[in-house]
T-cell receptor, first 114, second 115 residues
Framework: DVKVTQSSRYLVKRTGEKVFLECVQDMDHENMFWYRQDPGLGLRLIYFSYDVKMKEKGDIPEGYSVSREKKERFSLILESASTNQTSMYLC?????????????FGEGSRLTVL | GNSVTQMEGPVTLSEEAFLTINCTYTATGYPSLFWYVQYPGEGLQLLLKATKADDKGSNKGFEATYRKETTSFHLEKGSVQVSDSAVYFCALSDLANQAGTALIFGKGTTLSVSS
């Protein structure tokens, strides 16, 4: 079975802390994504990557960075967490371009910044 | 730019009722269209998809038809069950994106079905 694993389901951090959210997929997918999900706003794309060491900004990249050193792993980094980054973060991957392919999602990481 | 608009929720139904969740889109070109479902405490999973005009996607009793003339992809089910309670997201593939790999999601519609 296809699997996307996010390292932490729940995190609580303090303002100003550096936060790492890890995502690993076991499907040999080229494309990986980070979305954040907020009530009333749906899912918004933060960053995505279509190859190792490649990254592209999504709609809301400010305050975030990413790292893709290996094909199976895509990390989201909050350099200095702020309270407005309290959210649910969803990682996803796909092999094909999503015109025909399917995105596979992890279970999400709920981050609270105090 | 490309966008997806879906009906506001929450939608509350009794078991065996008919369900419609409206979704309309704005896009250049010919995007693929998707419905994703998120059950409580889980990530999103693909429910159904359609890749060209007049295609009908179907799965688990749900259906949606890609209507180019009305730019719509409404989700329907003839008889809902309590287990269908979830958040439903309409999405389209963002062809404006260079890598052609990102999805644009609607805001989600919460469905609650009672017995």
């Amino acid at each position: 079975d296809v699997k996307v694993t996010q390292s932490s389901r729940y995190l609580v951090k303090r303002t100003g802390e550096k936060v790492f959210l890890e995502c690993v997929q076991d499907m040999d997918h080229e494309n990986m994504f980070w979305y954040r999900q907020d009530p009333g706003l749906g899912l918004r794309l933060i960053y995505f990557s279509y190859d190792v060491k490649m990254k592209e900004k999504g709609d809301i990249p400010e305050g975030y960075s990413v790292s893709r050193e290996k094909k199976e792993r895509f990390s989201l980094i909050l350099e200095s967490a702020s309270t407005n980054q309290t959210s649910m973060y969803l990682c996803a991957s796909t092999k094909d371009r999503v015109r025909t392919g399917e995105l596979f999602f992890g279970e999400g990481s709920r981050l609270t910044v105090l | 730019g490309n966008s997806v608009t879906q009906m506001e929720g929450p939608v509350t139904l009794s078991e065996e009722a008919f369900l419609t969740i409206n979704c309309t889109y704005t896009a250049t070109g010919y995007p693929s269209l998707f419905w994703y479902v998120q059950y409580p405490g889980e990530g999103l999973q693909l429910l159904l998809k359609a890749t060209k005009a007049d295609d009908k996607g179907s799965n688990k009793g749900f259906e949606a038809t890609y209507r180019k003339e009305t730019t719509s992809f409404h989700l329907e089910k003839g008889s809902v069950q309590v287990s269908d309670s979830a958040v439903y997201f309409c999405a389209l593939s963002d062809l404006a994106n260079q890598a052609g790999t990102a999805l644009i999601f609607g805001k989600g519609t919460t469905l609650s079905v009672s017995s």
